[in-house]
C-alpha cells in the first residue's frame, strides 16, 4: 500500500494527492488506487488529468463494479460527504472483486476512451 496527502509526509490537499495516487498507478507502482475529496468529483478530475488513468467516482457497488468491468477502471473516486462506511464497505467489496472485461466490444470502447485523451478525436 502506497499512500499520499493527508496520510503521507506529502502536500495535504485534493489535487495533489489524487495526483500523486494517480501517477503511481501510471508508473506502475500500483496496480490500481483509491482517491477522495468532500464531492468526489475534483478527486475524479485530477486523476483523470493523468496519462493512463481511468478513474470513476463511485456512489454504490453496481457504479463500482461495471466502471471495473466495462470502464477497465484503474482509480476509485469516492465522496467523503456521501459514502457511509456500509456503503464504502459495498463499494470497495465491489471495486476489488471486478474484473476488467474480455469482450470486443468493451476493449474497443476503452482503447477509444484512451485514444480521446491524447487528443486525437477532432
Known amino acids: ?65 461495471g466502471a471495473r468491468t466495462w470502464n477497465d477502471a484503474n482509480v476509485l473516486a469516492l465522496s467523503l460527504r456521501l459514502t457511509s462506511p456500509p456503503v464504502l464497505v459495498e463499494i470497495l467489496d465491489a471495486w476489488f472483486a471486478g474484473v476488467p472485461s474480455a469482450d470486443d466490444s468493451d476493449r474497443a470502447n476503452i482503447a477509444h476512451v484512451d485514444e480521446l485523451d491524447w487528443g486525437s478525436h477532432r
Open 1 to 65: 500500500m502506497i499512500l499520499h496527502g493527508a496520510l503521507a509526509d506529502e502536500r495535504a490537499d485534493w489535487a495533489w494527492a489524487c495526483a500523486e495516487a494517480a501517477g503511481a498507478v501510471a508508473s506502475g507502482d500500483a496496480d490500481q488506487a483509491v482517491v477522495c475529496c468532500w464531492t468526489g468529483t475534483g478527486a475524479s478530475i485530477a486523476a483523470n488529468k493523468v496519462r493512463g488513468v481511468r478513474a470513476a467516482l463511485c456512489v454504490d457497488a453496481v457504479t463500482a463494479g
